[in-house]
């Protein structure tokens, strides 16, 4: 049976980060869980540390380098503990109900080529279960004020996709996902030349080169809880410009968008920009 491990990146969240530990450290399925905290600022590692055992590895970063670099240390750790295995990926504010999803999970890689699966996810009072790889004009009219949102929709599989215990998408969502750990070494790990955001965007599209699929286990529910932090405005702002950044990157490097594509890009993310900022300020005023 292939081993399983789990990564999970803190960034001043240990007491969620903890909880999570508590629910899953005496699970069976799970034969290493990496906790990786990405240079936090409170007393986080303090704090993680003492659930370091035999099966929990706690690891300080020696420098924020972002998201998909935190997720990189833990994926080499443990495939260096491990060797033949598949790798969980998930973020401190997830709530597990059973071991059996883990395994469950596990055991739909390899099938039809699948090299990661993910969860239908319970978020927001809706269901993420994926979603289709988005073009340039996607992205660019992700970026238009108004009609955003529901042009979102745009890249939705129906409901009768998901009719099968297993569901072919273009993308899962990157707050919870099992990838293979050979597949994740034939494309040298997670692209850390985004901060933050498009990791898994970036992943399904490399992986989509190498001929390898994505899936969505519709048997397998798990709840992303959204309510464990209230941003402020000025953190809101910082966070959609890490998020535009990725964005960009992204669609010149992977979906090799054209510079004429590139200057319609740049200027709907400039207008949204503009757009968040007033909204921040007739909220109560930006921060400093």
């Known amino acids: 049976m292939t ?8 960034y001043n969240d240990c007491k969620t980060t903890g909880f999570l530990l508590d629910k899953i450290k005496d699970y069976k399925c799970l034969d290493l869980i990496v906790i990786v905290d990405n240079c936090s600022t409170d007393n986080s590692l303090e704090y ?12 300080e970063a020696r420098e924020n380098k972002g998201y998909a670099a935190g ?16 790798i969980i990926f998930s973020n401190s504010d997830i709530i597990i109900s059973k071991e059996e999803d883990l395994e469950k999970l596990s055991s739909d ?5 699948i090299a990661v699966v993910g969860p239908t996810i319970v978020e927001n009072r809706s269901l993420n ?5 988005p073009t340039i004009k ?7 004020p108004l009609v955003s949102r529901k042009y979102k929709k745009h890249i939705l599989y129906d409901e009768a996709h998901y009719k099968e215990d297993l569901s072919i998408v273009g993308v899962v969502s990157g707050c919870f996902f099992c990838v293979s750990g050979l597949a994740l070494r034939q494309i040298d790990y997670f692209d850390e030349k985004t901060f933050l955001y498009y990791e898994e965007q970036i992943l399904s599209k490399r992986l989509e ?10 048997n397998v529910v798990i709840i992303h809880d959204h309510s464990v932090t209230i941003d402020k405005n000025i953190n809101r702002i910082n966070k959609y410009k890490e998020l535009k950044k990725s964005q960009r990157y992204f669609v010149y490097k992977y979906l090799e968008a054209n510079e004429k594509e590139l200057k319609w890009l740049d200027f709907t993310n400039r207008l949204s920009l503009v757009i968040l900022y007033i909204r921040c300020f007739f909220k109560g005023g930006l921060k400093k």
């Not at 081993?3 to 803190?10: D, E, R």
Request: aromatic residues 6%; contains cysteine; negative net charge.
């Open 48 to 59: 993680l540390k003492k659930y370091e055992n035999e099966k929990i590895e706690i690891i």
């Open 109 to 113: 890689i390899g099938k039809h080529s």
């Open 3 to 10: 081993k399983l491990g789990m990564v999970i990146v803190n």
């Open 129 to 133: 279960r994926g979603w289709m790889m």
């Open 209 to 218: 080169e190498m001929d390898y699929q994505v899936a969505v286990d519709n």
């Open 71 to 86: 997720l990189n240390i833990g994926a080499r750790r443990v495939i260096e503990k491990l060797e033949d295995c598949n």
């Open 138 to 144: 996607d992205e660019i009219k992700f970026n238009l």
